[in-house]
Nanobody
Framework: VQLVESGGGLVQPGGSLKLSCAAS????????MSWYRQAPGKERQLVAV????????NYADSVKGRFTISRDNAKNTVALQMNSLTAEDTAVYYC??????????????????WGQGTQVTVSS
């Protein structure tokens, strides 16, 4: 199982970024996918979840209405569109796979070890 996150960077408050996660080594279209983030000195936080067929999504309250998770099962990728970014969104962002949507929403351990993630820094 391999998950490679990309798309992070430095953005001003109010700006947007789109993260991408490329997956390989497992039956991507059969797994729910999630995005997590970890800010310095804080625990890793579940940000968004999407079901295997993209019929269901779930978001942390802190990002609802600003972030959108999507997936392309033909390309084995999952994306996170982030709008109206604030300094509180600064973190390393990670993706992971889960055997079911409910397990993902519950924050159960994903199928992959955490990778390097992609750094998002929101600052003026």
């Amino acid at each position: 199982v391999q998950l490679v996150e990309s798309g992070g960077g430095l953005v001003q408050p109010g700006g947007s970024l789109k993260l991408s996660c490329a997956a390989s080594g497992f039956a991507f279209s059969s797994y729910a996918m999630s995005w997590y983030r970890q800010a310095p000195g804080k625990e890793r936080q579940l940000v968004a979840v999407i079901s295997s067929a993209a019929g269901s999504t779930n978001y942390a309250d802190s990002v609802k209405g600003r972030f959108t998770i999507s997936r392309d099962n033909a390309k084995n990728t999952v994306a996170l569109q982030m709008n109206s970014l604030t300094a509180e969104d600064t973190a390393v962002y990670y993706c992971n796979g889960h055997r079911s949507f409910s397990m993902a929403v519950a924050g159960r351990t994903g199928i992959a070890s955490w990778g390097q993630g992609t750094q998002v820094t929101v600052s003026s």
